[in-house]
């Protein structure tokens, strides 16, 4: 990697840092469903298990681009013995509880088609109700859970999937690094890392597709039908990642690696669900073939606006020009301001230097690197 490219590594991994959930909210959204599991548990006859699925659990959560919108939650309600539960049942039995309570009945939204969605002040949280797919749920190794499609009134069909086998998928697609991570955040938090949550990285994977699903917001704020959906994005960028440690790398190999991971069988466009293979992602690509064509366009795009254009400016000036138009002024402003400051400050204490292992700009004496001369990137 050129030093330029290292340089636009760091200012990609803190545009990303700038567009995740705050802590804050973090911490209120697990305070949230941790509730709403124990108000479920308490009231119906079966042994409920309540945990986060997608984005939240992944650590790939982003702001919404419009400070009005809210952030997505999504959620598990396992009835870990109500296997021989009619379909209509598995439903209702969460959706009648929760209509129990006179603050979730008040945020509780009708019936969708999987969810019960209950909207809060800053975020809605989809519980999604199920049972085990095999008649038990014991992790690690069998976790398939049945849960229940709505296709007219009174009438369902089953559906399956796995996000506890999912999870850990991704993770292992990370794995190495993502160790580190956990290692260095459980010895600064005096806790195991078998307690860490992935949700509390901030790996180059998770980072990249961060700012994926950033650039596909705003690329499609006036066409939103036809926005790839994230866990399309999420599954091919992780298949696609393979342990860079920046996150200018990460996301160039994500952009050209993607598409090898898009089958065709016999006519039909397959994303397979890593963990579920007879699942396809992308059925709708097939019933809506423009959702394929829209899908394929926004990866030029994203190489083209993320890191093409990027790469051919010069000066700080022209760079942040260019991310603001396709991943929000707002942030981007904030993450070029906080790295020039960090860089200013330690080109003044002569700490500064390109770090070999990261690849990116390192104001640390702990880290072996190369120090940096007087600059002529920068613009000033």
Sequence with gaps: MTDKEKILG??????ADEINITPTMQDKAVSSY??????????????VKIMPQGSMNLGTVIKPIDDRDDYDMDLVCLLKNGRYLPLKDIKNLVGDRLKENATYGQKLEKEGKRCWTMQYDV???DVLPCVPKDGYFIEPNSTAIKLTHKISDGMYEPRYSNPYAYHKWFDNRMKDILLLEKRAFAAQNKTEIDKVPTYKMRTPLQKAIQLLKRHRDICFQNASDYA????????????SYNGETNVYEALCNILERMPQHIECRDGIYWVENPTMPEENFADKWNAVPNKRTAFMGWLGR????????????????GIAEEYKKYLGERPVQRAFNAVG????????????TINGLTGGLSASTKHVGYPVKEHTFWGE
């Design 10 to 15: 760091t200012l990609l991994s803190s545009i």
């Design 34 to 47: 941790t509730a709403v599991g124990k108000w479920i548990g308490d009231g119906v006859d079966y042994d």
């Design 123 to 125: 975020f809605h949280m």
């Design 228 to 239: 790839p959906i994230s866990i399309i994005i999420t599954t091919l960028a992780a298949w």
């Design 302 to 317: 994203a190489r083209k606006e993320l890191i093409d254009n990027p790469l051919a400016c010069f000066g700080m000036d």
């Design 341 to 352: 400051d960090k860089t200013r400050v330690a080109r003044e204490r002569g700490e500064l």
